[in-house]
């Protein structure tokens, strides 16, 4: 279990360096579209491959040119991790697009979609939530 903690202690560190990188670091313009945050980073177990889940504010568009952007920068980001970890070897790095956040706003939108017609059908009385103590 102990190499479980290392795994991630490591990723934390990742997300934490790449989060500094995407601050100051990159100066691609194509990661500058969109406004781009760390979601989650993932380590394989021998510490060889790393994923970066990132979250792009913006158009399917900006989205994918931020991605293409830090796809392109991953050879830097490595370079940058490996000086700045002091690991015997720096993993490859990886970067994913997260769509959790979107697919989480679709959720909520469906959810209140259905309230809305069950109050129109009068499944629910008006003015109450869908747990019926009287909260909008």
């Avoid at 995407?22 to 781009?36: N, Q, T, W």
């Avoid at 970066?52 to 920068?73: H, T």
Wanted: aromatic share 2%; proline share 2%; net charge neutral.
């Amino acid at each position: 279990m102990a190499q479980g903690r290392r795994v991630e202690r490591v990723a934390a560190l990742i997300r934490r360096e790449v989060s500094e990188l995407l601050v100051s670091g990159i100066k691609d313009e194509r990661v500058s579209l969109g406004m781009v945050s760390v979601t989650n980073v993932e380590v394989a177990g021998d510490l060889q491959h790393c994923k970066i889940f990132v979250s792009v504010y913006g158009s399917a568009e900006a989205q994918q040119q931020a991605l293409a952007g830090l796809r392109s920068a991953a050879n830097y980001v490595k370079g940058e991790l490996g000086r700045r970890l002091n690991m015997r070897r720096t993993p490859e790095v990886v970067f994913q697009l997260d769509r959790g956040l979107e697919q989480g706003t679709s959720v909520l939108g469906l959810l209140n979609q259905l309230e809305q017609q069950r109050q129109e059908r009068g499944e629910i009385p008006e003015g109450t939530g869908a747990s019926g103590d009287g909260a909008p």
